[in-house]
Nanobody
Framework: QVRLVESGGGLVQAGGSLRLSCAAS????????MGWYRQPPGKQRELVAT???????TSADSVKGRFTISRNNAKNTVYLQMNSLKPEHTAVYYC?????????WGPGTQVTVSS
């Protein structure tokens, strides 16, 4: 089992920045990749960005140049740096980790961007 705990969400004005953190614990050596998803109000959950154990990343076109995913392997933590935030970025942001056979999710952290 892998346990994920997100932090760093909150209320920010448009144009501001936030950094989300996701700390992993448990069977962390089974993790192949981690990532961030978000679920805006009334919409489906969508991919934001992913990062593999060796470092390559992917991100949704809508956040390229604005959001950056990174990881600190020593701390078993993945980060999402979000800059130039807009009201449409308001969502619950979820951390995800995948092993060879399973996916694990954190409880989510609310990000609200005011105009």
């Amino acid at each position: 089992q892998v346990r994920l705990v997100e932090s760093g969400g909150g209320l920010v004005q448009a144009g501001g920045s936030l950094r989300l953190s996701c700390a992993a614990s448990g069977n962390i050596f089974s993790i192949n990749a981690m990532g961030w998803y978000r679920q805006p109000p009334g919409k489906q959950r969508e991919l934001v960005a992913t990062i593999t154990n060796s470092g390559p990343t992917t991100s949704a076109d809508s956040v390229k140049g604005r959001f950056t995913i990174s990881r600190n392997n020593a701390k078993n933590t993945v980060y999402l740096q979000m800059n130039s935030l807009k009201p449409e970025h308001t969502a619950v942001y979820y951390c995800m980790a995948v092993t060879r056979v399973l996916a694990f999710w954190g409880p989510g952290t609310q990000v609200t961007v005011s105009s």
